[in-house]
């Protein structure tokens, strides 16, 4: 593979980005590709697209924990909980603002192709997450919603107050994983030969697979529960961390690369 960028690179793509996008396809073995503006601008939108979503993710951490610590003084407002109530539904707006910027991006970089692929495909769930990672996502909400639910059927109004914390915030997590999984399967292919529509194909595995990594879900009841209720379902809560990392390692190691996947979707054309 040639790390030089194509012939066609203009001022727009930046000398940085066209790197980062030959270390990118370099990782995913496509040794026939070369970075192109197209490519470059995606992955950069992308990359802070990323960011920013984590950063949403980690202010609704904080906001939860905040709502826990406050909303068990006596009396019980219910204040906190409108509050991240209300944060919840900001996140939303916020997630899908930026699903609108990166599709816009890309409908521009589109716009500026002198051709598109051939026989273009619209990946559906199955080949973008695969079902290994679907039923890895929903056992571990289940199991966090299993834990919210046994918290507030304990007797006790502060520990309640705490299971209503984790159950909104757990909800907002769903919710907002669902629209970056909508965004994800219904967002155009943006293609101009066979190299970059499987470059399109890894992408949206890649952010599939983002999107099962339950960071979220692991803190919640962590930094929700755990202390603050009785032992047996802190030590459910540890032991539900224990079991979902170990869960997620075996599935990292035992699934096919983004790029094996992404190559099997193109050969299914």
Not at 24 to 36: E, F, I, M, S, V
Not at 62 to 89: C, D, E, K, N, R
Not at 134 to 148: H, Q
Request: aromatic share 6%; hydrophobic share 55%; charged share 15%.
């Amino acid at each position: 593979m040639t790390s030089e960028p194509s012939p066609d690179a203009g001022p727009t793509a930046r000398a940085a980005d066209l790197r980062v996008a030959g270390e990118w396809l370099a990782l995913h073995d496509l040794t026939d590709a070369r970075p192109t503006p197209l490519l470059a601008s995606r992955l950069t939108v992308r990359a802070y697209a990323r960011l920013a979503a984590q950063v949403l993710l980690a202010a609704l951490i904080i906001v939860s924990s905040l709502a826990a610590a406050f909303g068990g003084l006596p009396p019980h407002h219910p204040l906190p909980l409108l509050a991240l109530a209300a944060l919840v539904a900001g996140l939303l707006l916020a997630q899908w603002l930026l699903d609108r910027w990166v599709r816009r991006v890309d409908q521009r970089a589109g716009a500026t192709l002198s051709r598109r692929a051939a026989h273009l495909i619209q990946p559906g769930w199955r080949a973008v997450l695969g079902r290994p990672y679907a039923a890895f996502a929903a056992a571990t909400f289940a199991g966090a919603m299993v834990l919210a639910g046994s918290a507030l059927a304990i007797p006790d109004p502060t520990v309640r107050q705490r299971a209503v914390v984790l159950l909104i915030g757990l909800l907002g997590v769903m919710a907002i994983t669902a629209l970056q999984l909508r965004h994800l399967l219904r967002h155009p292919v943006v293609a101009e030969d066979e190299e970059s529509l499987t470059a399109d194909v890894i992408m949206r595995v890649e952010d599939a697979r983002e999107l099962t990594t339950p960071s979220v879900q692991w803190s919640l009841p962590m930094v929700v529960l755990f202390g603050a209720v009785p032992g047996w379902l802190s030590a459910a809560a540890v032991a539900y961390l224990i079991l979902g990392v170990g869960a997620y390692v075996a599935l990292r190691v035992k699934t096919p690369s983004c790029a094996t996947v992404a190559r099997r979707v193109m050969s299914l054309r």
